[in-house]
């Protein structure tokens, strides 16, 4: 591990993008520290204790702790996932977006330039609702003898002011993910969600040594928990490596007097195709009842519904779970594409042994993935709602709970191997070994 930790930094490529990463996801952390203008910080802070089991507190998950801090940086990510969520649904059903889809970079270009605008608006809407919740009665806590409001001078001005500030910082935060995907190392949205999650980390373990001190919680529970989280990474990262290979033969062809093909190979299903995806998706998909319900802070029925999309009620996880499957099944129809493949391969000369190529061979390849795919979305689904059993049987908070499954785990684990990945074939492509390399395989060092 030390010589490929010390081979990262002998290629100049590969050193000047990890750096350019690090330094942008410090910019993203100190984003998260600047409070919006107009709050009073310590009675926010008191105030969003009470939301800590909430779903304000699963949206703070994603923002890395901006949101209960009311910073510049909020709304995080989400505004950007959920507008690419849109985007995607719609190429499902429209013919507009299905041809820009087929336009290769042209219509990418056009459909990144479409998301953007999306951000905006989404990121514009939901911060007017958090405007409009930081002034609520309910944002408020008691500050010696009085109770104070989170915001002093409520009215218009605050609420333009926070729209405007949520919506650059969320815009900014786009662009810095997209920076880091261009210039840097790693898919940058991505990191930006796991640096955001990391970050709680440390009060979680200060957290769990107090609780051990006051003898709250014993040793062997927290032992017990540590096994336990072992044991669902190592499971996490087998279902995000696993993967079906089915076998590829290249038949052999002669031009002139050299004879090509005729090498066997084999296609990759991996069980989980969409990586993390799902699970973003999923989450944004269920952050806007709450988006909603902020608009109608007065209606007892809107009041009503949410209780059955609070973290805590059967129900929520009832629906993510399935979100999960569903949006699985979704990415990995959009990721990978039996028909292409087919082509390709009849173009190319090859054949999956016993199937004869064109449509057959994209029946035979789309029925692998389906039935590879469900085990994945299942597997997704169960680590996903994981936290909400380890709530209920062993009673502690979700911030703990998050880091034995469920959102963070996976995000977490999936973009470090991805991040991983990226880093090994900069690696391998200068002869050097890799982190992920197999035991058959060496490096060779110039």
Not at 18 to 28: E, S
Not at 144 to 157: L, R, S
């Amino acid at each position: 591990m030390k010589n490929q930790i010390q081979n990262i930094f002998k290629i100049p490529e590969l050193r000047k993008r990890i750096i350019y990463t690090i330094l942008v996801l410090v910019v993203v952390r100190l984003g998260s520290h600047v409070p919006v203008p107009g709050i009073d910080t310590k009675v926010l802070g008191a105030a969003m204790q009470n939301f800590a089991n909430t779903l304000f507190g699963l949206y703070d998950l994603f923002a890395g702790g901006a949101f209960k801090r009311a910073t510049i940086f909020a709304l995080g990510i989400m505004p950007y996932i959920s507008a690419s969520i849109i985007i995607q649904l719609l190429g499902a059903v429209i013919p507009y977006f299905q041809k820009l889809q087929r336009e290769g970079e042209e219509g990418r270009k056009k459909i990144t330039q479409l998301t953007r605008y999306g951000t905006i608006l989404i990121a514009a809407l939901q911060s007017f609702g958090i405007s409009q919740f930081l002034m609520s009665p309910q944002m408020s806590a008691r500050i010696g003898n009085q109770m104070m409001p989170v915001v002093p001078h409520p009215g218009f001005g605050f609420i333009l002011m926070t729209m405007l500030t949520l919506t650059t910082g969320t815009v900014f935060l786009m662009w810095l993910g997209e920076r880091i995907t261009e210039r840097g190392i790693g898919n940058g949205i991505s990191l930006v969600i796991m640096v955001g999650i990391m970050a709680r980390f440390p009060n979680v373990i200060v957290g769990e040594i107090s609780l051990i001190r006051e003898e709250v919680r014993g040793i062997f529970t927290e032992v017990i928990l540590i096994g336990l989280m072992f044991v669902i990474i190592g499971f996490v990262v087998l279902i995000t490596q696993g993967q079906r290979k089915i076998p590829v033969q290249y038949a052999k062809r002669v031009v002139g007097r050299k004879v090509y093909g005729g090498q066997a190979t084999h296609i990759p299903l991996r069980v989980n195709t969409s990586g993390v995806m799902p699970i973003i998706f999923a989450q944004a998909l269920m952050f806007i009842p709450n988006t909603i319900a902020t608009f109608f802070p007065n209606s007892d029925f809107i009041q009503a519904v949410m209780r059955y999309f609070s973290v805590d009620h059967p129900f929520y996880w009832g629906v993510f779970g399935l979100l999960i499957v569903f949006f699985t099944y979704f990415y990995t129809a959009i990721a990978f594409n039996p028909v292409e493949v087919a082509d390709n391969m009849k173009k190319s000369g090859g054949f999956i042994p016993g199937i004869r190529p064109g449509k057959k061979t994209a029946e035979f390849i789309d029925n692998i993935l389906t039935k590879v795919t469900l085990p994945g979305s299942f597997f997704l689904a169960f680590i996903a709602i994981f936290p909400y059993i380890l709530m209920k049987v062993m009673n502690i908070n979700y911030d703990l709970a998050s880091f034995f499954g469920g959102t963070s785990l996976l995000i977490i684990v999936g973009v470090a191997l991805d991040t991983l990945q990226q880093i090994e074939s900069h690696l391998l492509m200068r002869h050097y070994d890799g982190f992920l390399k197999s035991g058959k395989m060496k490096g060779r060092r110039r």
